[in-house]
């Protein structure tokens, strides 16, 4: 059997923390911000912690993890 590619978008948005979990940058951060309250803007910066059914369908494209 050949070996199995990783999806190169993947690999540069996702990483995994120790726990196992799926960690990547949250989205709506990049223009049109003027028009988002400072609250959203708040907690959209730094990194979230992706969903149990999100982590499931991204390790798809990881098949050999970070």
Same mark, same amino acid.
């Given at each position: 059997m050949p070996?199995? $590619?990783t999806k190169s978008g993947a690999k $540069? &948005?996702?990483k995994l923390?120790?726990?196992g979990k799926l960690k990547a940058g949250v989205a709506g951060k990049r *223009? &049109? !911000?003027i028009? *988002?309250?400072s609250k959203y803007i708040r907690q959209q910066r730094g990194?979230?912690?992706m969903s149990a059914s999100? $982590? $499931?369908t991204i390790m798809?494209? !990881?098949p050999y993890g970070l």
């Open positions: 070996k199995l $590619k $540069k &948005r996702f923390t120790a726990t *223009h &049109r !911000l028009s *988002h309250n990194t979230k912690v999100d $982590k $499931k798809t494209y !990881l």
